[in-house]
């Protein structure tokens, strides 16, 4: 691979993963909307495409860059729904995706092309069935891949992905509020009964990267795969070994928050990646990254 374009390139993962196809001598363009900063520190300008309120100039720059993989990780997920949020999911959803298809097409050598698909799309029993309208732009977008696929020779592949985590991780996710808070601190949680699939960065960007190498390689591929863990938990015995190994001290308040309207018990697994297999154990990376973090407060560093 010489060239990729990344959509979400200023999220976790796009991050990730431009960082790792840097690292391996890879051009990597960013199409991003107005918020770059993360990806600001490591890539340069020229290279990161601000396409905000122009979602349509996303064809201009993939058959500039005429890359040889296109990551497509942007998506908008909004809560409560209201007109501007359903705007906002069709265009971040379905509109950004169909103009990098068709820009895909007019490359002289056509990018092969790597979705990120989400789990909230299915049942438990592999049956469409989803439990937002994120869910739903994302199947939606999931028939237009057919389409290109089929009938245009895009070589693709949606990858589901589950719940990831990783050193760098901002985010306001659970692993980090449970991390930095003080010892003794109250934490207010769901039963925990529900099953979680925590996947690592590092794996979740080899993923990646090995789903473009068999696309590249004209593997015979169904449309879709899952990047699930290689042992699922239920989330409640996990977060309490958590709060034991890393030595968190915290008071863990079972059943004192409501499951959300949406929440899935039991997440449809799916055929995993072929040739992919998650390599890191969980429950010590979460406890490095606990120390990473408290490291990280107490010297006052910022780290991406």
Known sequence: MRTAVITGGNGFIGSSLARKLLDQGVEVHAIVNQNHQRLDQFLPRANIHVI??????????????APDAIFHLAAVYAEPVSPASVLSMIEGNLTLGACLLYAATQCPLRPVFINT????QFDAASVYSPNTLYAATKQAFQDLLVFYRNRMGVRS???????TFGEHDTRAKLWRRLAMAPKGELIPLSSGEQTIHLVHIDD??????????????AAPLEPIYSLSAQQPVRLRPLVEAFNEQADLGLELGW???????GQVLEPWTGERLPGWIPQVQVLPALVRMAAQLKTTALTGQAHL
């Open 52 to 65: 905000q309120g122009d979602i349509g100039s996303a064809v201009e720059v993939v058959t500039r860059a």
């Open 117 to 120: 698909g989400t789990y909230w």
């Open 157 to 163: 592949v949606s990858l589901i992905v589950y719940d």
């Open 204 to 217: 979740i960007v080899n993923a990646f990267l090995h789903a473009a190498s068999l696309l590249n390689q």
């Open 255 to 261: 059943g004192t928050m409501p499951y959300w309207e």
